[in-house]
């Protein structure tokens, strides 16, 4: 069974406004889905669309439906676990660059061959992307 969510017209007033003038993507793409939803997009093209999961367009439809906007507009990340390869960024860095490592799987062979961590694929390109580790582009 699909989630659905109704959203009333003075909502959709205000997430028009927020997506006119939000400036921090995470609240940013949140009031983008709820509009494209109420524009008749498909939850799969939303998710497409910017770049989430759908199993998180479903979670911002469960946050919306149970707190509104308000809730919407918060972050809850107090109880996640701090990431082991925070202690190891720098020297993740310095990999990429000294190792002239172009792609995330040379990455992830790497970081396992030196630090002996395993880290899956799609996690670490996120943590790249969100750490700002900049692979080497290799030239054609």
């Given at each position: 069974?699909?989630?659905?969510?109704?959203?009333?017209?003075?909502?959709?007033?205000?997430?028009?406004?927020?997506?006119?003038?939000?400036?921090?993507?995470?609240?940013?793409?949140?009031?983008?889905?709820?509009?494209?939803?109420?524009?008749?997009?498909?939850?799969?093209?939303?998710?497409?669309?910017?770049?989430?999961?759908?199993?998180?367009?479903?979670?911002?439809?469960k946050?919306?439906?149970?707190?509104?906007?308000?809730?919407?507009?918060?972050?809850?990340?107090?109880?996640?676990?701090?990431?082991?390869?925070?202690?190891?960024?720098?020297?993740?860095?310095?990999?990429?660059?000294?190792?002239?490592?172009?792609?995330?799987?040379?990455?992830?062979?790497?970081?396992?061959?030196?630090?002996?961590?395993?880290?899956?694929?799609?996690?670490?390109?996120?943590?790249?992307?969100?750490?700002?580790?900049?692979?080497i582009?290799?030239?054609?």
């Amino acid at each position: 069974m699909s989630i659905q969510v109704i959203i009333p017209k003075r909502d959709l007033q205000i997430i028009n406004l927020k997506r006119k003038s939000e400036k921090q993507a995470k609240f940013l793409r949140r009031y983008q889905c709820l509009w494209m939803l109420h524009e008749g997009y498909l939850k799969k093209e939303i998710a497409l669309i910017l770049s989430v999961n759908i199993d998180t367009i479903t979670d911002w439809i469960k946050i919306y439906n149970n707190t509104g906007l308000t809730g919407l507009g918060l972050l809850h990340y107090e109880d996640r676990r701090p990431s082991i390869l925070d202690t190891r960024k720098t020297d993740i860095k310095n990999l990429v660059i000294n190792e002239n490592i172009s792609t995330i799987k040379e990455l992830q062979s790497k970081i396992h061959t030196e630090f002996g961590l395993e880290v899956e694929h799609s996690w670490l390109y996120r943590y790249c992307k969100k750490n700002f580790v900049y692979l080497i582009r290799k030239p054609d």
